[in-house]
């Protein structure tokens, strides 16, 4: 299945959750009763929609530059969104030390690109397009809108699941109270599938956006040296006490980033067992001999990659190692 048709049923299955509990919350208060919950949804997404770039940009601290600014960097950029066949989206550099990139935007034309000053001081030309590649295609497949419309619906069921229990401790038996708190009960157990839905799509893309970066031209092992050097770089960051304090800050942001930046002191070691020459790259050879290796997680990983926003990095690399 194509990511576009799963992002969509994965759309439709949460959209059908929140129809359900609507209904459900309807039914008991009466049929007016959850239309303020539906104008809630509607309210939160349209300010998502709006302000959304610009609190993104604030956040990461992004510095728009022009092609005399930064004229290689805009070159790669034009040529990527060119195989990509899309519009050049705006280019920016984040004032960060935390080594990755970015994208976002509402639309194609309002696409925009974002490396941060760490991951230039530490990626090669050809892994800088790799990673440049992987944020085009994120502008490509439209995946923002389609993790945007999904983070709406846990929050109008967490915003249902409390005023039902509210309601239910209120109310007491004779007002109903018993079947509200249910209901309520109800609907936060389905928030938290919902956030666990929404993480699953979150993963779903990055692994189409590392396709689509090798697809458009950039060599599979150059993407995964950039996984590879981010992953070791951030780690290196988190024993910095200022730099730690900058890693926390963008926490709240880090889905946009290209691999989780929470888990990179954990993932230093998996990576270094592909890198067999420990030369702090992942070349053809080594990628090629990963995909004869099985990857198994233990069912502690596996629980942790259902709570992150990114696949587990040793699948990611697997995935990439089909590709050549």
Known sequence: MGLQTRMWLLVAAMFAILYGVIVGVGTWMGAGSAIPYLILAVVFLGIQYLVGPAMVSMMMRVKWVSEKDEPELHQMVQELAERAGIPKPRVGVAQLAVPNAFAFGRSLKDGRVCVTQGIRQLLSKDELKAVLGHEITHLKNRDMLFITLLSVIPLVLYWIAWSMMWRGALGGRREGGSYAALIGLGAMLLYFITNLLVLYGSRIREYYADRGSVRIGNPAHHLATALYKLVYGTAQLQRDPRAAEELKRVQGVKAFFLNDISRAYYEVRDLKEVDR????????????????????????????????????????????????
């Not at 629980?303 to 590709?323: A, C, F, G, I, Y």
């Open 277 to 324: 020459d420990l030369s702090g790259t992942i070349d053809h050879n080594e990628l090629m001999d990963l995909r004869q290796k099985q990857v198994k997680l233990s069912g502690g990983a596996k629980m942790v990659e259902m709570l992150t926003t990114h696949p587990n990095m040793l699948k990611r690399l697997k995935h990439l190692s089909t590709l050549v």
